[in-house]
């Protein structure tokens, strides 16, 4: 699902680059996705990130 150009749509209408760019920007974050059915269509993402104290 977060592989690049994953899609399930048909051709010509998305490129499938919108998890992995999600994914990528999450981990540089030193976070996590989690996603989860929802019993009543689609998903849900849950995304974590780790909290960081100020450096000053």
């Known amino acids: ?26 981990k ?3 976070g996590s996705i989690e996603v989860t059915a929802n019993p009543d269509g689609g998903a849900c993402f849950n995304l974590h990130f780790p909290i960081v104290k100020d450096p000053s």
């Open 28 to 30: 540089e974050c030193g």
């Open 1 to 26: 699902m977060f592989e690049p150009f994953y899609t399930t749509k048909k051709v010509g209408k998305g490129t499938g680059l919108g998890l992995s760019i999600s994914y990528s920007i999450v």
